[in-house]
């Protein structure tokens, strides 16, 4: 409602009206369900902080996922720090038909070894009024971690914020 950027990075506290829960990572891997076998931990090696660690347990590509409410036709903004663990190859993917759908975005990529990979800023639509987002770490083998950190889905609302005279039509 302030018109301000939202908080991309940081603590829970930091992470003023993010939709997702413990997307800082404070304490705990709460509020973030295993998915393909992952065990997920709360490690303190994150890029503020403490961050998620996803690790491969016996079956391929292991995820954490949350849902929440959304409202159909509006606009949402999701980001979030991707870190090699002992893998590199990650998926983050969201949609409305739960754990690992796609209906609204799926990116892959292959993350660093020093917090420097971020996941793009993805703006998408809402088709649902209950989103998932599923952050996956790809293509592991047993025992191998990704680690995910400051991890938002904000409520977005288009307009002019550049700092010149131009309007939507350019």
Not at 1 to 10: E, H, I, R, Y
Not at 48 to 70: F, K
Not at 84 to 105: C, M, V
Not at 117 to 146: C, K, N, R
Request: proline share 2%.
């Amino acid at each position: 409602t302030s018109g301000a950027a939202p908080v991309l990075d940081g603590a829970n506290a930091a992470l003023v009206n993010n939709l997702l829960t413990n997307g800082g990572f404070d304490s705990a891997a709460t509020s973030w369900t295993a998915g393909n076998s992952a065990t997920l931990s709360d490690e303190g090696s994150g890029k503020t902080g403490n961050c998620l660690r996803v690790t491969e347990n016996g079956d391929a590509n292991p995820y954490a996922h949350q849902s929440v409410t959304t409202v159909v036709g509006k606009l949402y903004q999701f980001t979030c720090y991707v870190n090699a663990g002992t893998e590199a190859s990650y998926r983050i993917s969201i949609g409305t038909g739960g754990a690992a759908s796609t209906q609204n975005f799926l990116e892959t990529g292959e993350a660093a070894d020093d917090w420097t990979s971020t996941v793009p800023t993805i703006v998408f639509e809402a088709t649902g009024t209950t989103t998932t987002v599923s952050l996956h770490a790809a293509g592991m083998s047993s025992g191998e971690t990704m680690e995910f950190d400051s991890v938002t889905l904000y409520e977005v609302t288009p307009g002019c914020v550049a700092a010149n005279t131009l309007a939507m039509d350019g």
